[in-house]
Every structure is written in structure tokens, then in C-alpha cells.
């Protein structure tokens, strides 16, 4: 028998080698987000009020249609990492908790390549 | 000897009813608030590209429901929420880069990023409700 505590085992056994990427990839589309998400803030107020016309003209511009891209699949990344968290954090009930998680991705992972999708066939659109 | 069970007698924390209140611990609860606000605001962005590439009728319709009272609600929380998560976010990354932990440099950057994130919503919608005038 060991003389060891749990904890103290628990410990010996290191992490998951798993929180780290979470974390590193949060942050990295974090990073990226700063200019996307200013960069989006400006072109919606630009966009105000304009007719569907002049959206889909804006859309055609390749600059607007890569950036738009790129911060539709990016916020729905860093999003779906977050709320994994949040999950995380506040459901107890283990089983409860992995269909919310797997749940959540598919959802993130859905409207992201839908959200793309959208922009790329206005973009290529007649 | 029995197996001794630390786990169950520990302090589990955060208790957070046995906090005074802290403009930190706000900001704290604020940043997820509004990280998950934005995750709605994600959804909403998809389906109205989804109204943009269907064509101008459902962009007509997108664009009535973004401009009716719970739509605009809506946009300027959203509109704060994403300049708060931005200005906040960045504080992390300051965190995370190893500075700002001492108790002046916790308030101050607070409180720069509640001013800089107001000033930004602010700018944005005098921008947005002048530009409709």
C-alpha cells in the first residue's frame, strides 16, 4: 500500500497536457481579434443604413470579404473556447456537461462555416 | 490507518458572498457577461450575412429587425460588450505578460478600460445617429 495521499498522487501525475493549448490558442485568437473586431466596428458604422446593393458591392471587395472571413471564423473560435469555460466552470453533472460541450462546438463550428460560407458566395456571387 | 479524504473538508472557492464588493471583481464578472453576450452577437452576425447573401428582401427584413427598438437595444449592448471584452482582453494580455499586479495597476487599468471602452461606444453611436439624422 502507498503511503502517498491522493493529492499528493494526484499531483505526482502532472496535467491532462491539454489546458495549455486551450489557453495559448485563446489567447493567440484574442490577439488577432483586436484589429478584426475594430476593424469590423468601423465598417458597420460605415455600413449603416446602406441599401443591399451597396452591401453586396462592399462584400465583392476582396480586402472586405478575406477580412470578414477571417473575423467570422476567428470571434466563432475564440467564442467557442470561451463558452467551453463557461461550461466548464458552472455544470456539475458530468454527462450533462460533455453533450453541452459537444453540443456548443457543433453549433460554433456550424455558424462558422455558414457565416463564411454567406460571405463567399456574395463575393463570388453574379 | 484509513485512507484520509482531503478533498472533502478543503475550502472550496471562490465564495463569493463572503467578498466585500470590488470594482475588480465587477470587471471580472463583466468580462465573461459580455463574452458570452457576444456569442449571441456572433449568432446574429451569421444570420444577418445569412439575410445579405439571400438576397434584399431578407436583408430588408434583417435590417427592420436591427433597426426596431429591441434591435438596437440589442446592437448597442452588444456594441459596448464587444469594446469592454476588446479594452479588458487586453488587460489579460498585459496580465499574461507578467506586469500590471500591483493593487494601483489593478484599479488604474480597470479603470481605463471601463473609460476607454464608454468613450468608444459613445463615439460609435454619435457616429451611428449622426450619420441617420
Known sequence: ?126 | MSQSQPSTNRPMSPHLQVYRWQITMTLSILHRATGVALTFGAFALVAWLAAVAAGPEAFATAQACLHSPVGAVLAFGWSFSLYYHLCNGIRHLVWDAGSGYSMKGLYTGGYIVVAVSVLLTAVTWAVLLGGAA
Open chain 1, 1 to 126: 500500500m502507498s503511503m502517498q495521499s491522493p493529492l499528493s498522487r494526484a499531483k505526482g501525475l502532472g496535467s491532462a497536457k491539454e489546458g495549455l493549448h486551450h489557453w495559448i490558442v485563446q489567447r493567440f485568437t484574442g490577439i488577432a481579434l483586436v484589429p478584426l473586431s475594430l476593424w469590423f466596428m468601423w465598417a458597420m458604422v460605415c455600413l449603416a443604413g446602406a441599401e443591399h446593393a451597396e452591401v453586396v458591392a462592399w462584400m465583392k471587395s476582396p480586402a472586405n470579404a478575406v477580412s470578414l472571413c477571417l473575423f467570422v471564423g476567428v470571434a466563432l473560435y475564440h467564442s467557442a473556447l470561451g463558452v467551453q469555460v463557461v461550461l466548464e466552470d458552472y455544470i456539475s453533472h458530468e454527462g450533462f456537461r460533455m453533450v453541452k460541450m459537444i453540443g456548443q462546438k457543433f453549433v460554433h463550428y456550424f455558424l462558422a462555416a455558414l457565416g463564411i460560407f454567406c460571405v463567399l458566395q456574395v463575393a463570388f456571387g453574379a
